[in-house]
C-alpha cells in the first residue's frame, strides 16, 4: 500500500496568512494526488485533483503543486472559513488512501 | 445539483450486519464509479470500497474485504454497503463519494456522511 505522510499535523495561522501544507507519498503516483478540506461535523470538500488542478467552484487562493512524491497545498491568504483540517490522498492505485490531516487553526 | 444522501447507519451489535445505502440525484447516475469512504469519530479518513460506473469492477480496503460488499441499482439512483460480520472496530461515519469524469479528476462531490456504531 502507498503510504501518505502529511506535514505538519496542525499549525496556527492567522488571518492574512499564506499556508502551506506538504504531503510525500511513499511511491510515485503519477500526480494522482487530490486534496480536501473537512470541517468540524461536515463532509469532506474536494478542493484539488492531479495533483494542481482546482476542482470546479473552488476559489484561487487555494494552489497545489508538487510532482513524483512531494506535494504541496498552498492557501495565499488565510481567511476564518478556511479554519478546518486537510487532507491529501492518493488515487493512484488501489488501496487509496489519506494522509494524516493537517489542522489549521486560528492563532 | 449534484447530490448525494446516505442512509441505513445506526446502532448494531458486533457480528450483526447492516445495509447502508446512498441516493444519488442531479447527475447520470450509470455513468459515474462511486466509492465509500469511512471515518472514525475525531480521526482520519479511510477509504473502503469502490464501483465502477457500470458495475463490472469493485475494489475493497483489506480491512473489510470479504465482510462487506458494494453494489449499485442504478434503476434507483443507488449504491449500497452491505456490511456482515460487524467489528466494533467498523464503528464511523460512512461517506459516498462519486468519482469525477475523466477518474483523473478524483474524488468530487460526497454526501454528509451516515454513523455506523458496533458496540455491545
Redesign the interface.
Known amino acids: 500500500d502507498i503510504q501518505m505522510t502529511q506535514s505538519p499535523s496542525s499549525l496556527s495561522a492567522s488571518v492574512g496568512d499564506r499556508v502551506t501544507i506538504t504531503c510525500r507519498a511513499s511511491q510515485g503516483i503519477n500526480n494522482?494526488l487530490?486534496w480536501?478540506q473537512?470541517k468540524p461535523g461536515?463532509?469532506?470538500?474536494?478542493l484539488i485533483?492531479?495533483a494542481s488542478?482546482l476542482?470546479?467552484g473552488v476559489p484561487s487562493k487555494f494552489s497545489g503543486s508538487g510532482s513524483g512524491t512531494d506535494f504541496t497545498l498552498t492557501i495565499s491568504s488565510l481567511q476564518p472559513e478556511d479554519f478546518a483540517t486537510y487532507?491529501c490522498?492518493q488515487?493512484n492505485s488501489?488501496?487509496?488512501?489519506?494522509?494524516?490531516?493537517t489542522k489549521v487553526e486560528i492563532k | 445539483q449534484v447530490q448525494l444522501v446516505e442512509s441505513g447507519g445506526g446502532a448494531v451489535q458486533p457480528g450483526r450486519s447492516l445495509r447502508l445505502s446512498c441516493a444519488a440525484s442531479g447527475f447520470t447516475f450509470r455513468s459515474y464509479g462511486i466509492h465509500w469512504v469511512r471515518q472514525v469519530p475525531g480521526k482520519g479518513l479511510e477509504w473502503v470500497a469502490y464501483i465502477w460506473y457500470d458495475g463490472s469492477k469493485k475494489y475493497y480496503a483489506d480491512s473489510v474485504k470479504g465482510r462487506f460488499t458494494i453494489s449499485r441499482d442504478d434503476s434507483k439512483n443507488s449504491l449500497y454497503l452491505q456490511m456482515n460480520s460487524l467489528r466494533v472496530e467498523d464503528t464511523a461515519v460512512y461517506f459516498c463519494a462519486r468519482e469525477g469524469v475523466p477518474a483523473a479528476k478524483g474524488f468530487d462531490y460526497w454526501g454528509q456522511g451516515t454513523l455506523v456504531t458496533v458496540s455491545s
Open positions: 494522482y487530490a480536501f473537512q461536515k463532509a469532506p470538500k474536494s485533483y492531479a488542478s476542482q470546479s487532507y490522498q488515487y488501489y488501496p487509496l488512501t489519506f494522509g494524516g490531516g
